[in-house]
Nanobody, 120 residues
Framework: QVQLVESGGGLVQPGGSLRLSCAAS????????MGWYRQAPGKQRELVAVITASSDYTNYADSVKGRFTISRDNTKSTVYLQMNSLKPEDTAVYYCNANITTGWGMSTYWGQGTQVTVSS
């Protein structure tokens, strides 16, 4: 069974930084694209950033370009989201997402979410 476990969320002041981590575990053949999504209260879940398996392509929401950086360490089956210059509008629950190939084929998996609150 595949699991994604996020960590690194918390409370930070505007202008501050946080680094989120998401580690995949279980019986996996290949971890394909990985990404981060977020959902603020009363809003739909939205894509924040995505990265391909070989890290040769990344894409970001316009609202976070230049402030957030997605990266991954395939030796640790982990994806990261470095968040700088945080704004109150970045407050949300952040979810890790991964497309993983197992013995049953490729499926999309989600983490449980980690709260990020930007407030003074």
């Amino acid at each position: 069974q595949v699991q994604l476990v996020e960590s690194g969320g918390g409370l930070v002041q505007p202008g501050g930084s946080l680094r989120l981590s998401c580690a995949a575990s279980g019986s996996m053949f290949i971890i394909n694209t990985m990404g981060w999504y977020r959902q603020a209260p009363g809003k739909q879940r939205e894509l924040v950033a995505v990265i391909t398996a070989s890290s040769d392509y990344t894409n970001y929401a316009d609202s976070v370009k230049g402030r957030f950086t997605i990266s991954r360490d395939n030796t640790k089956s982990t994806v990261y989201l470095q968040m700088n210059s945080l704004k109150p509008e970045d407050t949300a629950v952040y979810y890790c997402n991964a497309n993983i190939t197992t013995g049953w084929g490729m499926s999309t998996y989600w983490g449980q979410g980690t709260q990020v609150t930007v407030s003074s």
